[in-house]
């Protein structure tokens, strides 16, 4: 069973990593991330603050994407195209595979995830152009422009000269070449001085680790929206499940307030009634402002380790729900 179970999951990472929409996201988040640092500078209060929840909600919305996209591709068109009926109909159990397609796509949004990260650590550190005679950050120019380039040029290269799949190339590529400019910017200061590895993150007034937190809740909120991805692809097609997993990713996200909204005494009928279908809604759907930090920060709030731990708790006991429906419905799906 763990063959077939490590089988099911490469496929479904080497299929996710595979799609163009992970290059789409990467580069348009890369251009958000770098624009932002100066569109930042046009608050009236801190403008690090403002970069920071700018940065997070673009890691969000694009990872709220690649969740639609990759379980689509893992699950979805194989139901559509019945390839899936060549595993199911071996002696695999359907539990199995929703649990091997689910991790495989969770493990490519990872890896497509993680060079996200770095660029916005890297504008992290170069900090907000909040003046015009605001002193560029040399070494993060450098390292960051060069493992850019050489991850995208690098792939186009051998894809043109041994065929290799380019999409793949240039995120496997990017997401190394992105670390190691990130090290290499943690041991050189700005003015080009070696410096102690956890400088950036004792600096006084420093935001590293802080948003690292905040990128590890987040993190946590897109394999919510990967479990939901899947579960709407075991009865949905493409279309409607991409639809779908936005919708509810927006529900997800509102609810508390929409919530909050309406928790004042009720006057009629009518009022009592729509109380409770968002009190019902909000008990059966993940409340993402759990894991939204941003707003704690710019406030000046810490988020304390026993904070993480039971919201983590929260995000995994939510995924094993949503996955278990994903395998209730898929176990009465017709895949012939």
């Known amino acids: 069973m763990l063959t077939q179970f490590l089988a099911i999951l490469r496929n479904a990472f080497v ?9 789409v996201l990467i580069l348009a988040v890369a251009l958000l991330l770098v624009l932002s640092t100066a569109g930042a500078a046009n608050t009236l209060d801190d403008d690090t603050l403002m970069f920071i929840q ?3 909600s673009t890691l969000l919305l694009a990872g709220l994407f690649m969740a639609g996209f990759t379980a689509t591709g893992v699950l979805t068109l194989e139901i559509e195209n019945k390839t899936v009926l060549t595993v199911v109909s071996k002696p695999v159990p359907r539990p199995l595979v929703i649990l091997g397609k689910y991790v495989g796509a969770a493990g490519a949004m990872t890896l497509a995830i993680w060079p996200m990260v770095m660029i916005l650590l ?4 170069h900090g907000v152009m909040q003046t015009a005679s605001h002193e560029f950050d040399g070494p993060v120019l450098v390292f960051g422009t060069a493992a850019f ?3 995208l040029f690098g792939s186009l290269l051998v894809n043109y000269l041994y065929r290799w799949p380019f999409v793949s190339t240039f995120v496997y590529s990017l997401a190394a070449l992105m670390s190691g400019a990130v090290l290499l910017v943690m041991v050189v200061s700005k003015h080009w001085e ?7 993150f004792v600096a006084e007034k420093s935001l590293f680790a802080p948003v690292l937190m905040g990128v590890l809740l987040l993190y946590e909120a897109l394999l919510i929206y990967c479990a939901m991805a899947i579960l709407f692809s075991t009865r949905l097609g493409q279309v409607m499940t991409i639809l779908f997993t936005l919708v509810g990713g927006v529900l997800m996200s509102q609810i508390g307030a929409w919530r909050a909204a309406v928790s004042g005494p009720a006057d009629g009928i009518l009022e009592r009634g729509f109380q409770l279908l968002i009190n019902l809604i909000y008990h059966i759907t993940p409340d993402l402002n759990f894991l939204w930090v941003a707003d704690d920060l710019s406030s000046g709030l810490t988020v ?6 039971s919201v983590s708790l929260y995000s995994l006991l ?3 729900a949503l996955l278990s429906l994903a395998v209730a419905l898929f176990q009465t799906r017709e895949v012939g």
Do not use: D, K, N, W
């Not at 304390?304 to 731990?309: A, I, Q």
């Open 149 to 151: 380039t050489v991850a």
């Open 318 to 320: 939510f995924i094993v």
């Open 122 to 125: 890297l504008c992290l550190r």
């Open 304 to 309: 304390s380790s026993t904070y993480v731990l």
């Open 194 to 200: 070696l410096q102690p590895i956890h400088s950036e």
């Open 15 to 23: 299929e996710s990593v595979r799609q163009p929409i992970m290059v």
């Open 54 to 56: 700018i940065g997070l």
